[in-house]
Structures are given as C-alpha cells and as structure tokens.
C-alpha cells in the first residue's frame, strides 16, 4: 500500500512519506510499462487507522500508558472530515474496487474519510 502521506508530506514523517511517494511513483511507471499487456497496476492510500503506527504517532508519549481507544477517536474526529477512522474493511473494499475495475490502472485510490482530497 501507498498512504496520504505519499500524496502530501508530513512534518516528523519524512522517511515515511518519502517511501510512500516512492511506492506512488512505481505504481504509476509500472502501470505505464505493463498497461499493453492488459496488466493493471494500482495503490490504496489508507488515511488513518488504527494501528500501532498511529496510535503512537496521535497519542502524546507522556500519555502512553494511559493512551484509550476513546483518546485515538477523539482525535481522528478532529482531524477526518467524516469522522471516523478507516478500517481494514475500508481497505478491502477498496481493493475489491480496483480488482472489478477492468480499465483502472496507474491510480492511488485514497481512502481517508475526506482528509486527503485529488
């Protein structure tokens, strides 16, 4: 997977940003080069869910080990329009998206509850 964050840096996160655009720019090289053989090449870009990687990134290191699941919605509400954080169903329905798509190719399908708009 790709990630928002391959789409617009982020402060603190430049390694992981710069990898993401990195898997954005392969994506669409590879969907280039193989289009002619009718091989579709495509990247999800998830907005924030809830893994370890974004706990610790929103919850403040000196809440840690208080950190709750209602401090991680709390402040995804705040920064998703919609809301609400993404889920690994949000993924593979994205991913089901694409498979189904027969004439999408080179895209970074963000999914981000309107964090992220292109």
Known sequence: T???AGKKGVSN???????KFAAIGITQSMAQELAQDKIRVN????????TAMW?????PKNNADNATSVDFATQTQQ???MGVAQTAQDMADAVLYLARA???TGIALTVAGGMEMN
């Open 43 to 50: 990247a999800i870009c998830p907005g924030i869910v809830g």
């Open 79 to 81: 920064l998703i329009p």
């Open 2 to 4: 790709a990630s928002i």
């Open 55 to 59: 706990l610790d990134h929103l919850i």
């Open 102 to 104: 027969n004439n999408v």
């Open 13 to 19: 996160m430049a390694a992981y940003c710069g990898s």
